[in-house]
């Protein structure tokens, strides 16, 4: 077993930062006495191979560079991994990414010191995970993740987002502008919900399945959700109008959203979700199929590098 840190770089993450500020951020991990092996990725879910690799080698603490679809990579590794029990490894992230969602919740600095600082202080804590069978190219697939799976309004909106960064846009200005243009196509689907064992029919504009709070750029879509509770937070947002989102857009921040009476929030271990026409499912701001769809918890299944609340030495 090695007690080097695997430290995997997503070079494209931040508009190119994961590449361009890999010297600054190796600086600061030599500095701080870390010993470490680092690797580029070079196409989509190369980091879960890695992990998998690494992880068969005798590594145990793996250092994400990137943002949230590398910590969904990372988490997916994880989990597939053979080795040993996820819980014998241990994740930590330099966030370079767009969004950043995931870190919000486990209060991971920014900045590449502290962030740096943080790893160094050998503080861990331990979350759940959540893992969703759906529909994907016509076969059922399993994923795994550990912050929000959306579905509907939300889904859409990252589905079209995706397109508009092939264009000359300001990143941190593009899933603003996809909402506002997604709102003119977007039609409600009337959905088949089950929690844990209670079901039933409505007309859904959005949901989300969550283990921690932030998705969407710094949206508190899901203020309710306890990644440690064993449990999801579930937001269901009802069949809302234009205008509707719009009054609520700055309280989508806030976390303050679900006092509307079109929202409902719940709690649950396993969550069904089917709807005619299919629904779109993404999870971590990557797009991952439709319904019908499966979601269950992994309560403590993940261990990572974070000061998030009863941390511990790992």
């Known amino acids: 077993m090695s007690d080097k840190l695997f430290i995997i770089a997503n070079p494209m993450s931040g508009s190119g930062k994961g590449k361009k500020h890999w010297p600054q951020i190796e ?10 092996e680092q690797v580029f990725t070079g196409y989509s879910g190369h980091a ?23 910590v969904n990579e ?62 994907e190219h016509g076969q059922r697939r399993q994923r795994y993740f550990a912050n929000i799976a959306g579905m509907g309004y939300d ?3 990252v589905q079209r987002t995706s397109r508009i960064k092939t264009f000359s846009i300001g990143r941190s ?38 283990l921690c709070n932030y998705s969407g750029g710094g949206m508190m879509q899901v203020p ?33 959203f679900i006092e ?3 929202v ?4 649950g271990k396993k969550v069904v979700v089917d709807s005619d026409p299919p629904m779109l499912l993404e999870i971590d701001g990557e797009m991952a199929g439709t319904t019908p769809l499966e979601f269950g918890i992994m309560p403590d299944s993940l261990r990572i590098m974070a000061d998030y609340k009863d941390a511990t030495a790992f």
């Open 27 to 36: 600086a600061l991990l030599k500095e701080a006495g870390l010993e470490f």
């Open 74 to 135: 990372a988490v997916n590794g994880i989990m597939e991994q053979q080795a040993v029990e996820p819980r014998e490894l241990c994740m930590g992230l330099i966030p370079v990414g767009m969004g950043n969602d995931w870190r919000r919740t486990m209060r991971i600095p920014t900045d590449y010191r502290a962030a740096v600082d943080l790893i160094k202080s050998g503080r861990s804590f331990t979350q759940g995970v959540g893992v969703v069978a759906c529909q």
């Open 260 to 262: 509307d009476p079109k």
């Open 264 to 267: 409902d929030i719940a709690e």
């Open 173 to 210: 200005y593009v899933y603003l502008v996809s909402v506002f243009l997604c709102l003119l196509r977007y039609q409600a689907t009337r959905v088949s919900l089950t929690i844990d064992g209670e079901s039933r029919d409505l007309t859904v504009f959005s949901m989300n399945v969550g």
């Open 224 to 256: 309710h959700a306890v990644p440690d509770s064993g449990r999801f937070g579930i937001t269901i947002i009802k069949d809302m109008g234009v205008l509707d989102v719009l009054k609520n857009l700055k309280k989508l921040y806030q976390g303050t």
């Open 155 to 157: 889904a859409f909106v």
């Open 48 to 70: 879960v191979e890695l992990i998998k690799e690494a992880a068969g080698a005798g590594f145990r603490k793996f250092i994400m560079i990137g943002g949230d679809g590398s």
